[in-house]
């Protein structure tokens, strides 16, 4: 591309907007400039290059934080909960979708209600439910609710791909004497593989990043996701450290933030993917 | 279609098998506590006490002259509504300028998403420290060019503590309303626009006589989500004002949260939420049967 083209492409609307698109997320940029430097230099000169570049905020997140922990915490919630989902809801969808059609259709409807439920609605009678089976703030609590609460959506997603699939292959299986859960397995759940990768972004991301649902199931326990560390931490100091926010802030959205630069494409169509109808 | 079933009526072992987790855990752990919900809205269960006691519509009756939840219920709307203006229009633009960019697309839109995929605590967290009297960003730099005055107490101030829920809420998800816009353009097709050029159609005149009507599935579905998106309004409020100052930013949930979690009241509670619940569906029939109607006219 010869010079003048480039030129040409880049005219005043793309600089124009390219400078609102940095003005928009300067907040973060100047979260990452202020996690290297002291609190009173922040407070100073949140604008300035730090004097002194100092990593301590970042040793501080896992010595006076302790946030190693949590982080690990969030991880293995994350896999659980994706694992249960992944297997259960495109069973579900599949069962659904190749059903006679008034049963299929009700089961569907029984799904859809789950979309438009707010956690505010469930909370308190949730809290009840796990304390009568004596699971009340546990890891096994949060992991029935979240895979539970994402049930609805991903049954959604994947009965809508999965009405793109020709039945053919599985009539197959079918003459072949394959069973339907077998049929299921072996030939339909390989091509749902786009789908899977959407639900594994939404949901990976949902629960890494969620503070109010594990906040509030798992309640004063010791035990903590890595937000819920993070704002209790806070939430107990009496002076403000705007260093150890900030470094905190940049922490916990570094691995989300390299998958997104990462991923792009993939992340802005699985986060979209349940709102079009 | 001649056999629309896979399975054959025999087929209901399997059925279970792969319908039946699902059906589990879905019903017990969100259907049955919406359905209690609805039974405990009748008692006057504090969520501590082994026996509910039955108290009829009493809890409703309460929440008819309850002065907090008519509040609450004037905060939600009013934040709501800027949501709502900000989330249909103002990301509506945002789109179609996106779209009119020749280079450089990419990354403006992964730049106006970017805040999406943060956690809310995040957002938070960082308006927290914009807004912050003494040491926040914005009045330094206010104050740094001479306009000390105009300094607030953005997130403190009953009077700028709405915009500052809002401003939040506005930063965090603009880019997924934007996204939802921008795959609607890419359906728009190229014919409309050449023929558009061919009249001599400025960018205005693209903008309103095709960009707009081809949008409108769109701006039903926005317009539904940012609705729902407003009155759900309560993460957001935890983790930043907690209701304050006073009582002037506890939305509809944060009231809710705060009855039922906070206050022990549960049975009330549940009144409540289940008030919202009945509310919350008739707005989006409402919403999508009279957009339906105006698409028709389109």
Request: hydrophobic fraction near 55%.
């Amino acid at each position: 591309m010869s010079q003048g083209r480039i030129r040409l492409r880049f005219g005043w609307l793309e600089g124009l907007m390219l400078l609102a698109g940095a003005v928009f997320v300067s907040p973060c940029l100047l979260a990452l400039l202020n996690a290297v430097k002291t609190n009173p230099e922040i407070i100073r000169d949140p604008l300035a290059l730090p004097e002194r570049w100092t990593l301590d905020n970042f040793k501080f997140i896992f010595t006076g934080m302790k946030l190693a922990r949590p982080m690990l915490n969030s991880l293995l919630m994350c896999a659980g909960v994706i694992l249960c989902l992944v297997t259960i809801a495109p069973m579900a969808a599949y069962s659904i979708m190749r059903r006679k059609m008034a049963t299929g259709r009700l089961l569907r409807v029984f799904f859809l209600i789950g979309l438009t439920v707010p956690f505010q609605i469930i909370m308190v009678p949730l809290l009840k439910l796990f304390r009568m089976m004596d699971i009340q703030f546990t890891y096994v609590a949060l992991l029935l609710h979240y895979v539970s609460w994402g049930l609805p959506l991903c049954v959604f997603i994947y009965s809508a791909f999965m009405a793109t699939i020709p039945r053919e292959l599985e009539e197959a299986a079918a003459i072949d004497g394959c069973g339907q859960v077998s049929t299921f397995w072996r030939i339909v759940f390989p091509l749902l593989t786009p789908c899977t990768i959407t639900v594994i972004i939404f949901w990976g991301l949902w629960i890494w990043n969620d503070f109010m649902q594990a906040f509030i199931v798992m309640g004063p326990t010791r035990g903590q996701l890595v937000f819920v560390q993070l704002w209790k931490f806070l939430n107990d100091q009496y002076v403000r450290n705007w260093n150890h926010i900030f470094a905190g802030v940049v922490v916990l959205s570094l691995p989300v933030t390299v998958l997104y630069v990462i991923m792009q494409r993939r992340f802005v169509k699985g986060l979209t993917a349940g709102a079009v109808k | 279609m001649g056999n629309a079933s896979t399975f054959g009526r025999r087929g209901w072992p399997a059925s279970l098998i792969l319908c039946g987790p699902a059906v589990v855990l879905y019903g017990t752990f969100v259907v049955l506590p919406a359905v209690l919900g609805f039974a405990y809205s009748l008692t006057d269960w504090t969520g501590w006490t082994a026996d509910p006691n039955f108290v009829g519509l009493d809890n409703f009756r309460e929440l008819a002259g309850d002065e907090r939840f008519a509040a609450a219920i004037r905060f939600t709307l009013s934040e709501t509504w800027m949501i709502v203006a900000f989330f249909t229009f103002g990301s509506l633009v945002l789109a179609v300028l996106l779209d009119r960019l020749r280079s450089v697309k990419g990354i403006v839109r992964g730049l106006f998403f970017y805040p999406y995929v943060l956690s809310i605590l995040v957002a938070a967290l960082l308006f927290k420290y914009l807004c912050n009297y003494n040491h926040g960003a914005i009045n330094l730099l206010l104050r740094s060019v001479g306009l000390g005055e105009w300094a607030q107490d953005w997130m403190m101030d009953p009077r700028w503590v709405g915009y500052f829920i809002f401003a939040m809420v506005g930063w965090s998800a603009a880019g997924f309303f934007t996204t939802l816009y921008l795959a609607n353009l890419q359906t728009i097709p190229t014919e409309l626009y050449e023929a558009a050029s061919l009249d001599g159609a400025g960018p205005l005149s693209v903008f309103t006589r095709i960009q707009l009507p081809m949008l409108v599935p769109t701006v039903t579905t926005n317009l539904v989500l940012a609705t729902i998106f407003g009155i759900n309004l309560f993460g957001q409020i935890v983790v930043t004002t907690e209701g304050g100052p006073g009582y002037r930013t506890a939305t509809v949930g944060y009231y809710i949260y705060w009855l039922g979690v906070k206050n022990n009241r549960q049975g009330y509670a549940s009144a409540v939420s289940f008030t919202v619940f009945i509310a919350l569906v008739a707005v989006a029939i409402v919403q999508v049967a009279l957009l339906r109607r105006r698409q028709v006219q389109l």
